[in-house]
């Protein structure tokens, strides 16, 4: 009786199975001129109880030319969903996989993990034990959290050969390697940047606090907003948000060896600025509680009239390359606080990183030189309309655009490297909650609410 | 006083409609959503236009489909563990007298105290020890382990409901204990093992904290795991393909339940009257 | 009984037991030691009660608490309430009683991320459904971006999902109440007020007990609902005990320093678990 209750639910698991794997219809009505849509590539799990048995393939490592070899498999942890067509990075990233694995005859194991829990897997894999990949993506902040896990393998020998070298520039040389070192190679650089309506700022867009202040009066009495910008409980809303505000006034969220200061009168002042702009309407209410596309949206109704955003813009805010290509929208300056010369807007380098117990590790550099050719590059960058860590990409006619030429201006001009910290994933996510509780709660303290924060993160992680 | 009656029962009864209409809301509410178009859900209620893109596209694209599947095999294997186990277990309970039956009674209701928060954490430090994270073997354990005190609870209850003398006829024919709850026993049971796996499983499908942490490897995460990853990498506005994924997650509970009420609700009162 | 074999109950009970006790007991037991210890550059070193002394300084415990308290109070005196008024309307055996509990019950066997999801959405700041019915009536209050609306609405979902639980408990409490019982106090001139108050209550009180111990472990147990409708926020309003182990422990691997939360939050449920035990022996006292 029970052997045969047994074998009816066996039975009915195995239809479940049949009938869901055979549930993939092509893809109806996608725009873009691209075959029917496939599941993940290159992902091959049984459905067993045993774990993954790493591959081990032959080593590419072979003096004279032998008979077949195997060229073996890369395990690459990437942030895309690849059978994402409406995101031209993911397309990007297939294209370039795919034109790899054709090239090379290497199989390319692609798993996708979100960019915000990248560093986390692979900081966590490494440290319990888990199952590592052979090459992640990751941006630069949260390399060296991985480095202190024992995530990351040095690669400076391997890069220093390689033929794009000599090409990369300075920015990603500086942020990537230290003390002979070197643990991630940069494809382009990235960061913040200010959009602003011209037609609501007719004569720029305001770079002092005084500035904001007045043109919040201005503005109130039109029903809009002075700006929006993401500022919720996200370590990046930190990284893009807070820590330019501070640096506006000279100062740092962390000091040279990566401990954090956030008790400091810069990041007092840069939440007061925050708690006004929301208590008086300046910023919408979602800047700070809403999430991303939340935020986004009252620039593009034309109820803000300006947009904290990125490089990255055009991909999420809906519009935004029609209005600047017309004319309506512009790249402003970023705002420096009461005290300081200059805004800034964080500037950021993705890289490609190797892991420690990284098995394929030819395969994984084959794949980064690959990467970094400037014909690969280019288009690479451009779908991520950042700037290619090499110079010779720049001069892809992909990049002959006012976008790129205002783009390259404002990463020149109002430009600063991200701040990192052995502990950068864990301290700023925790700023972020405290900022939050801050700005909303006008009554509470913003100075002892800092301390105690502070405290407690050396407490944590620095004692 | 019968009329007085009558219209406390009609009162009563208009209540109740209008309380279950409120419970129930939700449920509709993000049934209508994941038929409505794209960015179209927060301008009215009911769909102007009725599609079903998003359930293919849930389908057709990404790990869904990949998801449910996990979330089969861990739902029912960890279903199949509890059941079987509490059934060996429940009939020793309740028909056997024995030097420590007391305290495994006491043990396990104390588990079934134990909320499960305070376990998983340890569990996955454990289990990353021994190198069983991100495995099938991992969750269906450890669901299989959660529904234990839960399933010795209900069918300790229905197997003492069935009356001495079948196991003694039993015997007299000359079975052994474990023939006589095989062939005997067991089959009188089957509601209650159904119930109890059917409770097994629904809780087991619809576990969203202890497989958030347990399991964290992409193509190995559950659905409701899953849905709320979505969450963070949809980008932009799709709560409408999110509203269908919630759809086909709740589906087979509901379906389950509507049809098969009887045997949980049976199973959770047996246990609680009993119990 | 029967006693044909010593071994047979042993060999029945054990795997049970073994599962039991290799899940659920020994990675308690172990979360205590791991409360001692920390982890730096991947080597784990033992620091004795740090982890209890930085929870006890650190505002963001005490926050958690606050919001654990909050939120637990107020779930489990709604639930009560609102459970066993239901309990008593459903208790009258009318025609469509049936249909009601199916629909009531529906909730719970729904998942904690689908149900949280939709209850984000019903309160979405500008075009949520239930924040534009509601917001007006409060001068266009955006419940889910401030402390104490976020704070309700959690509570309101949680208490929404599991109302069904204790409702069905107190059903069954109250359906241990023989109707002659009532029928004897009617004869006697007592009215349905009195009837309840000095008959039935008294009678479920053991039963009422228990629900209540019940339902206090399930707010511990909540987090899943909490985290999928504010995943804590606005800040760290809706920040219970659990959601802040969570968070130590997956997004900034302190294992240590969760545990020693996770060993807090035991210990506040082995005060709660006491009850449970008391009540239980009182309901069976007075069955038996």
Redesign the interface.
């Known amino acids: 009786?029970?052997g045969k209750?047994?074998s009816i639910?066996i039975a009915v698991?195995l239809m479940?199975?049949l009938v869901?794997?055979a549930?993939?219809?092509?893809?109806?009505?996608e725009p873009v001129a691209e075959p029917p849509?496939v599941?993940?590539p290159a992902?091959v799990?049984e459905?067993?109880?045993?774990?993954e048995p790493p591959v081990v393939e032959e080593p590419e490592v072979v003096e004279e030319p032998e008979e077949v070899e195997d060229p073996g498999v890369l395990r690459f942890w990437g942030f895309y969903?690849l059978?994402?067509e409406e995101?031209g990075r993911a397309v990007q990233m297939k294209a370039n996989i795919d034109a790899f694995e054709a090239e090379t005859g290497i199989t390319v194991q692609y798993?996708?993990?979100?960019w915000?829990?990248m560093a986390m897997?692979v900081s966590?894999a490494a440290v319990?034990?888990?199952?590592l990949p052979d090459l992640i993506m990751s941006g630069y902040e949260y390399i060296q959290g991985m480095v202190n896990a024992g995530a990351l393998m040095d690669i400076y020998d391997e890069i220093a050969v390689a033929d794009f070298y000599s090409d990369l520039n300075e920015f990603e040389k500086n942020l990537n390697e230290s003390g002979g070192m070197r643990y991630a190679v940069g494809t382009f650089v990235g960061g913040g940047q200010w959009y602003y309506d011209t037609e609501i700022y007719p004569d720029g867009f305001p770079e002092t606090q005084e500035g904001w202040a007045t043109e919040c009066e201005r503005l109130s009495a039109e029903d809009k907003y002075v700006a929006t910008f993401y500022a919720g409980r996200a370590e990046a809303a930190m990284t893009q948000g807070l820590a330019p505000l501070v640096w506006s006034l000279g100062e740092r969220l962390f000091d040279e060896e990566g401990v954090p200061q956030f008790d400091s009168d810069a990041v007092v002042q840069a939440i007061e600025f925050w708690r006004e702009m929301y208590n008086n309407g300046c910023v919408p209410e979602v800047a700070f509680t809403g999430d991303?596309?939340a935020t986004e949206a009252p620039f593009e109704d034309r109820s803000a009239g300006a947009y904290r955003g990125g490089t990255w813009s055009y991909?999420?805010v809906t519009g935004l390359q029609e209005r600047f290509e017309a004319g309506t929208v512009a790249i402003g300056n970023p705002p420096a606080l009461t005290g300081g010369d200059q805004g800034w807007v964080f500037m950021n380098v993705e890289n490609f990183a190797v892991t420690s117990r990284a098995e394929n590790v030819e395969n994984a550099i084959k794949f980064i030189e690959f990467f970094m050719n400037p014909a690969n590059l280019a288009p690479w960058a451009n779908s991520n309309f950042g700037v290619p860590a090499r110079a010779s990409a720049m001069e892809d006619p992909v990049f002959e655009s006012k976008f790129y030429d205002d783009t390259l201006a404002n990463l020149t001009r109002n430009g600063q490297g991200t701040e990192t910290s052995p502990y950068y994933n864990e301290t700023m996510n925790s700023l972020s909650a405290t900022v939050q509780d801050l700005v909303l709660n006008s009554n509470l303290d913003i100075r002892s609410g800092l301390e105690s924060l502070q405290q407690e993160m050396i407490l944590l992680y620095f004692d | 006083m019968d009329s007085q009656n009558k219209a406390l029962?009609l009162f009563?009864?208009a209540?109740?409609i209008a309380?279950?209409i409120i419970?129930?809301f939700?449920?509709i509410?993000?049934m209508l959503?994941s038929f409505q178009e794209p960015r179209m859900?927060?301008?009215s209620?009911i769909p102007e236009r009725w599609t079903f893109?998003h359930y293919?596209r849930l389908?057709?694209?990404?790990?869904f489909?990949?998801y449910?599947?996990?979330s089969?095999?861990y739902a029912?294997g960890g279903a199949?563990?509890s059941t079987?186990?509490?059934a060996?277990?429940a009939?020793?309970?309740a028909?056997?007298?024995?030097r420590g039956?007391g305290l495994?009674n006491s043990?396990?209701?104390?588990?079934m105290?134990?909320?499960?928060?305070?376990?998983?954490?340890?569990?996955?430090?454990?289990a990353?020890?021994l190198?069983?994270?991100?495995?099938?073997?991992l969750l269906?354990?450890?669901f299989?382990?959660?529904g234990?005190?839960l399933g010795?609870w209900i069918l300790k209850a229905f197997f003492s409901s069935i009356p001495?003398v079948l196991?003694e006829a039993a015997?007299i024919d000359g079975a052994?204990?474990?023939q006589a709850f095989?062939?005997v026993i067991?089959?009188i049971t089957?509601p209650g093992?159904i119930a109890t796996f059917l409770i097994n499983f629904?809780y087991n499908?619809?576990?969203?904290?202890t497989p958030?942490?347990l399991v964290?490897?992409?193509?190995?995460k559950m659905a409701?795991?899953g849905?709320?990853?979505f969450?963070?990498?949809l980008?932009?506005?799709q709560?409408e393909l999110?509203?269908a994924a919630?759809v086909v997650?709740?589906i087979p509970?509901?379906l389950?339940?509507?049809f098969l009420?009887d045997y949980?609700?049976r199973g959770?009162?047996e246990g609680?009257?009993k119990g | 009984?029967?006693?044909?074999?010593?071994s047979?109950?042993?060999i029945?009970?054990t795997?049970?037991?073994l599962?039991?006790m290799?899940?659920?007991?020994?990675?308690?037991l172990?979360?205590l030691y791991?409360a001692m210890t920390r982890t730096r550059m991947g080597i784990m070193e033992f620091v004795g009660f740090r982890n209890y002394r930085i929870a006890l300084m650190s505002t963001e415990f005490w926050q958690s608490m606050r919001n654990s308290l909050i939120f637990t109070s107020f779930y489990v005196l709604l639930t009560i309430v609102i459970g066993y008024g239901?309990a008593l309307?459903?208790n009258?055996g009318?025609r469509?009683t049936?249909?009601?509990?199916?629909?009531?019950?529906?909730?719970w066997?729904?998942?904690?991320?689908?149900?949280g999801?939709?209850?984000r959405?019903?309160f979405?700041q500008d075009?949520?459904?239930l924040q534009n019915l509601l917001g007006p009536l409060f001068g266009g209050y955006k419940f889910i971006s401030r402390p104490e609306g976020a704070m309700g609405i959690v509570i309101a979902a949680t208490v929404?999902r599991s109302?069904s639980f204790a409702m069905?408990?107190l059903l069954?409490g109250l359906q241990?109440v023989p109707k002659e019982v009532h029928e004897a106090a009617a004869m006697d001139g007592a009215d349905g007020w009195k009837s309840f108050w000095k008959i039935t209550w008294p009678l479920t009180l053991p039963t009422t007990i228990v629900t209540i111990v019940f339902m206090t472990?399930q707010a511990?147990?909540g987090?899943?609902m909490i985290?999928?409708i504010t995943e804590g926020g606005p800040g760290r309003a809706t920040e219970v005990l659990?959601l802040l182990?969570?968070r130590q422990?997956?997004q900034f691997y302190n294992?240590g320093y969760?545990?020693a939360l996770?060993v807090t939050?035991?210990i506040l449920?082995f005060i709660l678990?006491a009850f449970?035990?008391r009540g239980l022996n009182r309901e069976t006292a007075l069955a038996g």
């Open positions: 009786m029970r209750k047994l639910l698991l479940a199975t869901l794997s549930c993939q219809p092509a893809a109806v009505e849509v599941e993940e992902v799990e459905p067993a109880v045993v774990e969903d059978t994402n995101d798993e996708q993990v979100a915000d829990v897997n966590v319990a034990g888990g199952d991303w596309s991909i999420f | 029962n009563i009864n209540f109740m309380f279950c419970i129930i939700p449920v509410y993000s959503v859900a927060f301008y209620i893109q293919i389908f057709s694209h990404g790990l489909p990949r449910i599947l996990n089969i095999i029912i199949i563990v079987s186990l509490s060996l277990a009939y020793a309970l028909r056997f007298q024995f039956k495994v043990f396990v209701l104390g588990m105290m134990l909320p499960g928060l305070i376990s998983v954490i340890p569990i996955y430090k454990l990353s020890d190198k069983l994270l991100d495995t099938y073997t269906i354990i450890v299989g382990a959660y234990i005190p010795i001495q196991d015997f052994t204990p474990l095989f062939k067991l089959p089957t093992l629904v499908w619809n576990n969203f904290f958030l942490i964290t490897r992409t193509n190995m409701t795991v849905l709320f990853d969450q963070h990498v980008e932009g506005n709560d999110l509203a919630c997650i709740m509970s509901i389950l339940f509507i009420r949980f609700m959770m009162i609680a009257v | 009984m029967i006693n044909r074999s010593k047979y109950p042993y029945l009970v795997p049970a037991i599962f039991l290799i899940v659920t007991l020994y990675p308690t172990y979360s791991l239901i309307l459903l009258r009318m469509l049936g249909l009601y509990m199916t629909i009531i019950f529906l909730p066997v729904l998942s904690e991320i689908t149900t999801v939709v209850w959405w019903m979405y075009y949520g459904i929404w109302i069905l408990l069954a241990t472990i511990v147990n987090v899943g985290l999928s659990g182990m969570y422990a997956m294992f969760a545990a996770s939050l035991l449920n678990a449970y035990i």
